[in-house]
């Protein structure tokens, strides 16, 4: 399916160029020019454990690493040492997961006070979810006034965030949704993007960006051609053209 992804959108690129008017492309023609297009099993391997590496998943690396032959270009024991940071911000044990990230690589805090501030942030939420409003307080006082007077934006967040101790019911506040894990999964990702900047590594997968590229490149060419296009991405089926 992926290399399909990456058919499709050279051909769709190609096709684009061509067109000068809206112009109907049959299943055959398409499904031709398709197989006309070699993709090395190589580079789809590549993509494969970019994949696998960013997002952590170090049981199927190592397993496609044998199966395929496909060298990761990183120790694959650095990811479950970054996987363990990124759980431990999930579950909400920030005081253990910048324990973790100092562990690796202390100047990854040092020289990103922005992120710093977000795992005090979340640590002060944390506190809040777990009912430990004076232990809030004090934290926040202590920890991140100081850093708000130094910066403007995170001024703003903390006093967005401080508003969490106004409400009783915080579930039903305007900024109840700080509480909520997604909240936690965005501090984990900026995290998880950090460890891998500072080990020289792309923070984002490729094959995120390529079906992003793949919708892309089908509505600029909806406006010039009707042509077998994929609607579902997870199956990566053709649709025949509307006629």
């Given at each position: 399916?992926?290399?399909?992804?990456?058919?499709?959108?050279?051909?769709?690129?190609?096709?684009?160029?061509m067109a000068a008017s809206k112009k109907v492309i049959t299943r055959a023609e398409w499904e031709k020019k398709l197989n006309d297009v070699k993709i090395r099993k190589e580079d789809m391997n590549r993509l494969v454990m970019n994949f696998l590496v960013t997002e952590g998943y170090v049981d199927a690396a190592e397993k496609f690493q044998m199966e395929s032959g496909t060298d990761p270009g990183i120790d694959l024991a650095?990811?479950?040492?970054?996987?363990?940071?990124?759980?431990?911000?999930?579950?909400?044990?920030?005081e253990d997961a910048i324990e973790k990230v100092n562990d690796l690589n202390p100047?990854?805090?040092?020289?990103?006070?922005?992120?710093?501030?977000?795992?005090?942030?979340?640590?002060?939420?944390?506190?809040?979810r777990n009912g430990?409003?004076?232990?809030?307080?004090?934290?926040?006082?202590?920890?991140?006034?100081?850093?708000?007077?130094?910066?403007?934006?995170f001024l703003e967040e903390l006093e967005r965030t401080?508003?969490?101790?106004?409400?009783?019911?915080?579930?039903?506040?305007?900024?109840g949704g700080l509480l909520d894990i997604s909240q936690r999964l965005k501090t984990a990702s900026e995290v998880n993007a950090a460890i891998?900047?500072?080990?020289?590594?792309?923070?984002?997968?490729?094959?995120?960006?390529?079906?992003?590229?793949?919708l892309w490149a089908q509505n600029q060419l909806d406006e010039r051609a009707a042509y077998p296009r994929i609607k579902?991405?997870?199956?990566?089926?053709?649709?025949?053209?509307?006629?």
């Open positions: 399916m992926m290399s399909l992804f990456w058919i499709v959108i050279r051909q769709l690129e190609e096709i684009e160029a650095t990811i479950t040492d970054r996987m363990a940071v990124k759980k431990a911000v999930q579950c909400g044990n920030v100047e990854i805090l040092d020289t990103n006070p922005q992120l710093f501030f977000h795992l005090q942030q979340q640590r002060f939420i944390e506190l809040i430990k409003v004076e232990e809030a307080l004090e934290f926040a006082q202590e920890e991140l006034a100081p850093r708000g007077e130094e910066n403007q934006s401080v508003a969490l101790l106004a409400f009783e019911d915080v579930s039903n506040c305007p900024v891998l900047t500072s080990q020289s590594r792309e923070k984002d997968p490729k094959l995120p960006n390529l079906l992003k590229m793949l579902d991405l997870s199956t990566a089926m053709l649709e025949d053209p509307a006629i």
